[in-house]
């Protein structure tokens, strides 16, 4: 029966070569790119072996190995793919619990991420061939870290397929994804920075200290302690590390028979009473596409997404800039005109978003100010909220109430023009965009530079119309106070006039490409 398992998994990896060129090309170069990189580790590994500190190689190889694991398990939860040995496909085959656990689990030793590993963890029994008993314990970790980071994979993988089943549910589960890649960018940063010669070397052996006595790094700590001479404490890990598979293991069993007999998810019809935002503003055309535009922003993942992703890029900005010296009451001036250049910027191709369903702007005879306007309301508000409260916030982190003018000023200037310059954009240059029921996630095909064009002529737009705020509020914090004042003049009536020449034209290029726009809607 298990032989029957392995040689299903290895029909299902020729089957992958069976796709289109461009397919197979693409994961052609990503197997080989997985070897090339497993060569390289191993070949570091045994170089590692000539080295005489033994406490620095074990740290760095626990630290290592508890980030792998982590790997196995974040990977495939947030973002979980099809699962081809899914446990619920041999429901009906009558294959009793154990045996399909067992089958499905060494099945997982047929892949790259198996071979990569293996051959990574080979290089580690190299690294400690300092000894027979040393080389006895590496075998022995590496075995466990193997059986291990594959079973926790395999269990990993058979959770996400048995959680996201639904579309809503993937879609969250990429965005904590992307959250979780963006937040750890500062700690990157962090660790780059760090005085290896004397901090770094003191935070990664505390780090590793802990890791080694936890499930994540007791199999990879069992060599290096044994070659440090703790053979107690490498005997004790070593049990650490067994018992923590016989536990998934018996977990992986447990799983398997619970999803043997539950049914996939499916999406619940979610019940709506009244007709939400369309009750509560006017009944004109720019109203009624204000309120479907706000239903788009609360419900469909194209949308929130990004209101999810935008409170993340001022921290990828400011933790560089604060660990590089830069003074707070500098740094806490770019969050708010950041988010406001963003929120601008997203509406560069709004109308590509509705696809087909923009013909019913086309007949029905909406005027194209009405159609810029609407779809300006639920960013315009957002931006304004951004203004308010991040510019309160700002004060109270710089404690100088002098540059709240400027800070405005700025920020509107930014929101406004970017708006601006995206309702012109958005209806004279509409680009194929990801289809609505799609992943956010996914790239549609583009047609020549035309899409980076526009999305450089809307940022390129935002920063040209606050270009005078920015001017007189740099003088402003160079010296004289007076020039703040000027700075939100400027930067309020530069992106009024922006904003209402862009609602103005953009409409008039609707009224005029309205066949051209829905030519594009069914192209896309």
């Known amino acids: 029966m298990v032989a029957q398992f392995l040689r299903l998994k290895l029909r299902l990896l020729g089957n992958i070569f069976q796709r289109s060129p461009w397919q197979i090309v693409g994961i052609s170069l990503g197997i080989v790119y997985g070897l090339v990189m497993s060569v390289l580790l191993f070949s570091a590994l045994v170089g590692l072996r000539l080295v005489e500190d033994v406490t620095l190689v074990r740290d760095g190889l626990i630290v290592a190995g508890s980030l792998t694991m982590i790997g196995f398990v974040v990977f495939p939860l947030l973002f979980g793919s099809e699962d081809t040995?899914?446990?619920?496909?041999?429901?009906?085959?009558?294959?009793?619990?154990?045996?399909?656990a067992l089958g499905l689990a060494l099945a997982a030793t047929i892949g790259i991420p198996a071979i990569v590993l293996g051959i990574v963890l080979l290089g580690t029994v190299v690294t400690w061939s300092r000894g027979v008993g040393e080389v006895i314990f590496a075998v022995l970790g590496a075995a466990l870290a193997f059986a291990t980071c594959l079973l926790v994979g395999r269990v990993?993988?058979?959770i996400a397929s048995l959680v996201l089943a639904t579309r809503r549910a993937k879609e969250i589960g990429g965005v904590l994804g992307l959250v979780v890649v963006v937040l750890l960018s500062p700690v990157i940063v962090v660790l780059i920075t760090l005085d290896w010669q004397n901090e770094g070397l003191l935070f990664l052996e505390a780090?590793?200290?802990?890791?080694?006595?936890?499930?994540?790094?007791a199999a990879f700590a069992v060599p290096g302690d044994a070659a440090a001479g703790l053979w107690f404490v490498a005997i004790v890990k070593l049990l650490i590390a067994a018992a923590t598979l016989a536990v998934l293991w018996f977990g992986w069993q447990a799983l398997v028979a619970r999803m043997l007999v539950t049914p996939g998810r499916e999406a619940s019809a979610k019940q709506y009473r009244g007709l939400g935002w369309f009750d509560r503003l006017?009944?004109?055309?720019?109203?009624?596409?204000?309120a479907r535009s706000l239903t788009y922003w609360g419900r469909d993942a194209r949308y929130w997404v990004s209101l999810v992703m935008l409170p993340l890029v001022p921290i990828i900005v400011l933790v560089p800039l604060t660990l590089a010296g830069f003074p707070i009451t500098a740094t806490a001036l770019i969050p708010v005109p950041l988010l406001c250049l963003l929120l601008g910027w997203t509406l560069h191709n709004d109308t590509a978003y509705d696809s087909t369903a923009v013909w019913l702007h086309v007949v029905s005879g909406v005027r194209g100010?009405?159609?810029?306007?609407?779809?300006l309301i639920p960013v315009l508000v957002g931006g304004m909220l951004v203004i308010g409260v991040g510019a309160a916030l700002t004060m109270i982190a710089i404690d100088d109430d002098t540059v709240l003018p400027s800070l405005i000023g700025v920020s509107t200037a930014l929101l406004f023009g970017g708006l601006g310059a995206g309702s012109i954009g958005s209806a004279r240059w509409p680009y194929p965009a990801v289809k609505p029921g799609d992943s956010p996630f996914q790239q549609p095909q583009s047609t020549g530079a035309i899409s980076a064009l526009v999305q450089s002529i809307t940022m390129l737009g935002s920063l040209l119309v606050a270009a005078p705020a920015v001017w007189f509020a740099y003088l402003g914090l160079s010296g004289d106070p007076k020039w703040h004042a000027i700075s939100f003049i400027a930067g309020t009536a530069a992106g009024v006039l922006v904003l209402v020449?862009?609602?103005?034209?953009?409409?008039?290029?609707?009224?005029?490409?309205g066949p051209e726009i829905l030519g594009a809607a069914l192209r896309a």
Do not use: C, E, N
Request: charged share 20%; aromatic share 8%.
């Open 85 to 100: 040995m899914d446990p619920r496909r041999f429901a009906l085959f009558g294959i009793p619990d154990r045996t399909l």
């Open 156 to 158: 990993a993988t058979s």
């Open 207 to 217: 780090v590793a200290g802990v890791l080694g006595w936890t499930p994540l790094g």
């Open 282 to 290: 006017p009944g004109t055309a720019a109203g009624a596409i204000a």
């Open 369 to 375: 100010t009405a159609d810029r306007l609407g779809r």
């Open 501 to 513: 020449l862009g609602v103005f034209v953009g409409g008039r290029v609707f009224d005029r490409r």
